[in-house]
């Protein structure tokens, strides 16, 4: 683990606690946060600069894995958010149809388990 991701998780973690998105978890087990967890709540509360820091923490490969089987694979609900992200952060040449490929790819492995 780098120096700089020490610091990095902790402030997510407290941005997100700030904005009350942590409510499920107990203030003792706040810190065990899964990244997954903590990436989909980062893009989907937080600000740019937040999300930024992600990449920072995590890189591409983790945190675009993160967002599509986390953020994508709600669907409709997010899909202007989703559409941005695959355009600003994944650089996706055609995001609209990306995006609904993606989300129809998780529900699909969500309903043969």
Known sequence: MKHVDIAI???LIEKLKQE????SYENDSVEDIPDDVLVELVMLYLDINEIDLLFELFGYKKVKQAWIE????????YY?????FAW?????????SYVKAMATRQLNKRLAV
Request: glycine share 4%; with cysteine; hydrophobic share 35%.
């Open 9 to 11: 998780k902790p402030f």
């Open 20 to 23: 009350h998105c942590l409510w």
């Open 70 to 77: 986390n953020v994508v694979a709600q669907g409709e609900r």
């Open 80 to 84: 202007n958010l989703n559409y941005f």
């Open 88 to 96: 600003y952060y994944f650089h996706v040449k055609q995001p609209r």
